[in-house]
């Protein structure tokens, strides 16, 4: 019901607009999206909304004179000039979604293919346009020469980079979203030992709190990153995950009146607010398309952070607190939990030096002033013996799995229970294996005998998670895991076979294989490599 309280507010919004060309289908669209949404909610996933989804197909009279209004609202073309004239170093911006488009007209300028990466498994074919907006909400170039996203005046200096970690349905899993963000993280620290500067987008979200999206980007801020995530599209007193995060700049949604969208998230972490109802911008097969969301609104600000990090050698933290510094109010005086700081109009940063701002913390609301008392050192643990920890994971992985012979891969989800053997203290050996399974089943496949059905599936993802987990480092058995068939809860508790299994293995063709770079697998192929 609350997405289809959001389709009417939508609706409302095109007063102050061109009408633009609604899909025939357009509300059973959304009706079909709102379902499909709350029959697989559960906990390790990440859906979009269909305001994000479902695109608005602007008249020609509207994408001529407006193109993504935000090019007018943050004033590029008054400020193209010393953009230019004062860059420094290039730019990079990860953007964690569905898929970049290759050849899309508008994103080819600024497109990295080579860099970019697959988590979830699909074929390079698995397409949504969800991303490709995303893309041009920050840079793009039209045929027409529409105005597209506020930091293409950078040009070759501006490099996207795509990593997908949702899949061609609108939805990913936490672990293959956070392995995302961890492999990305590694790629950002080498461009920024190169003189880069790196930017994180998040147009995804979940209404929760995650420490798995936390440590990760935490790992990204520490790294050097700057971060944003959009606030969710809820309108609720609630930033959703990973935007919560202390590490991650929150953004939510404004029109182009600057007033909040009715469908953007606020709260006590919000950082500022930008574009985010009706953005003209790419779309699948070439296309072009308007969508709303906070999901536009993220990339609009991580290209104003690309546009000062290409002009200053300002730290993420240092850009950060300027940009915190310089916006322009958009609700009472100062922060408030609606609009955060206000919108970052460039002319309003073009005086200032962004390596002149401290630099030690982040400029968010909720990160804590350099004149509050550090926290205390924990004291020294003493080191333990090994002992066994029951972890009950808790959120879902996908497993793609096919009998020898088959077509395509199918997608089933299942839960885990493991015993795992570790000196570490009970949270980190928790967190330890949960990021260990959230490694291994990411790009991971498997490929059965000819007959076997989906309950052979839990035991042979059973047999290869213990053998290569255990090749990798750690010491983990599965207690049980769950699946469902024919929408009943299935579970596989008895004690692996692991002579009968291995000798079957050997024997047949049975396998699991991985479709990019998956951390584990490497860690037991050095491990099996080095004692040989």
């Known amino acids: 019901m609350r997405y289809l309280l959001l389709f009417f507010t939508l609706l409302i919004s095109a007063a102050s607009f061109s009408q633009p060309i609604l899909p025939d289908d357009y509300s059973n669209q959304y009706r079909r999206l709102e379902r499909f949404i709350e029959e697989n909610q559960g906990p390790g996933k990440v859906f979009l909304d269909p305001i994000e989804q479902i695109p608005l197909i602007p008249s020609a009279a509207t994408a001529e004179a407006n193109g993504n209004w935000a090019y007018q609202y943050y004033q590029v073309s008054q400020n193209t000039d010393w953009i230019q004239q004062r860059i420094k170093r290039k730019v990079a911006v990860f953007i964690f979604d ?8 508008s994103l080819e300028p600024f497109a990295w293919a080579e860099k970019d990466r697959i988590y979830t498994g699909e074929p390079v074919s698995a397409k949504h346009g969800h991303g490709i907006h995303v893309g ?12 597209l996203g506020i930091a293409s005046p950078l040009g070759d200096n501006l490099k996207l980079i ?9 939805y990913g899993y936490t672990n293959q979203i956070v392995t995302g963000i961890n492999e990305g993280v590694k790629e950002a620290e080498k461009l920024i030992a190169d003189g880069w500067f790196v930017v994180f987008n998040f147009s995804l979200g979940s209404q929760s709190v995650s420490e798995q999206f936390n440590a990760a980007t935490k790992a990204a801020e520490d790294a050097g990153v700057f971060v944003v995530a959009a606030s969710g599209n809820n309108g609720q007193q609630f930033v959703g995950t990973p935007a919560n995060g202390q590490s991650v700049h929150a953004v939510g949604a404004i029109d182009q009146n600057g007033q909040i969208a009715s469908f953007s998230n606020y709260g006590r972490q919000l950082y500022m607010s930008a574009a985010g109802v009706r953005v003209y911008g790419g779309w699948l097969n070439g296309q072009y398309a308007e969508l ?47 609009y955060g700081y206000g919108a970052n109009i460039l002319s309003q940063l073009k005086n200032t030096n962004p390596e002149s701002y401290p630099g030690e ?11 509050e008392p550090d926290e205390p050192d924990d ?15 808790k959120q879902v992985f996908p497993v793609m799995w096919k009998p020898q012979g088959a077509g395509r891969f199918r997608t089933d989800e299942i839960k885990i229970t493991v015993k795992y053997t570790s000196k570490l203290y009970a949270d980190a050996a928790v967190q330890e294996i ?14 059965l005998m000819p007959t076997d059905d989906q309950l052979d599936m839990t035991f042979w993802a059973r047999h290869f998670y213990e053998m290569l987990m255990k090749r990798a480092g750690y010491d983990v058995q599965i207690e049980k ?7 009943q809860k299935t579970e596989l508790d008895k004690p692996r076979r692991r002579l009968a299994s291995s000798i079957v293995r050997m024997t047949s063709n049975v396998g699991s294989i991985t479709f990019a770079p998956n951390s584990i697998e490497q860690k037991a192929h050095l491990n099996l490599k080095s004692k040989k």
């Open 361 to 371: 913390n982040n400029g968010n609301p909720d990160t804590p002033n350099d004149d």
């Open 136 to 147: 041009t909400c920050i840079a793009g170039e039209h045929q027409f020469n529409y105005n």
């Open 292 to 338: 709303s969301g906070t999901s536009m609104a993220s990339p609009t600000q991580a290209a104003i952070a690309a546009i000062l990090g290409a002009t200053s050698n300002a730290t993420a933290k240092q850009i950060s607190n300027c940009l915190r510094d310089n916006a322009v109010g958009l609700g009472p005086e100062g922060w408030d939990e609606k």
């Open 481 to 487: 895991i769950v699946t469902e068939i024919k929408g």
């Open 162 to 170: 795509f990593y997908k970690v949702l899949r061609k349905e609108g």
């Open 98 to 105: 569905t898929e970049g488009e290759a050849g899309h007209p």
């Open 379 to 393: 004291p020294d643990q003493p080191e333990k013996n090994k002992r066994d920890v029951i972890v009950n994971i």
């Open 434 to 447: 949960t990021e260990g399974t959230s490694e291994f089943f990411t790009n991971r496949a498997f490929v």
